[in-house]
Nanobody, 118 residues
Framework: QVRLVESGGGLVQPGGSLRLSCKAP???????????MAWYRQAPGKERELVAE???????NYVDSVKGRFTISRDNGKRSVYLQMNSLKPDDTAVYYC?????????WGEGTLVTVDS
């Protein structure tokens, strides 16, 4: 199992920005470029939803509610995936989780809390 570590969450006012980071351990450096990566989120009282994903070929997909505001990217050399979040809304408040998967392995991060509130 891949053990991922997220960072960058926090409290931000509506309209603000945050950049989330997710890093894979050094032990999977040799296979990171084979991983499809994604960000999920779970808001209080709601189901976990897929927010954004990026494939090994850097094809991206986003849930409609964040299109035009969020950008997912990856840096294989740093074994990292990022989520740039702009124009944040209160409805974006959630625990954000990083996810990785390939034919050989998969894993989640523990989550990082994003709170959008004035």
């Amino acid at each position: 199992q891949v053990r991922l570590v997220e960072s960058g969450g926090g409290l931000v006012q509506p309209g603000g920005s945050l950049r989330l980071s997710c890093k894979a351990p050094t032990t999977i450096l040799s296979v990171f470029n084979t991983l499809n990566m994604a960000w999920y989120r779970q808001a209080p009282g709601k189901e976990r939803e897929l927010v954004a994903e990026i494939t090994t070929g850097r094809t991206t997909n986003y849930v409609d509610s964040v299109k035009g505001r969020f950008t997912i990217s990856r840096d294989n050399g740093k074994r990292s995936v990022y989520l740039q979040m702009n124009s944040l809304k209160p409805d974006d408040t959630a625990v954000y989780y990083c996810y990785a998967a390939s034919d050989r392995t998969n894993g989640w991060g523990e989550g990082t809390l994003v709170t959008v509130d004035s």
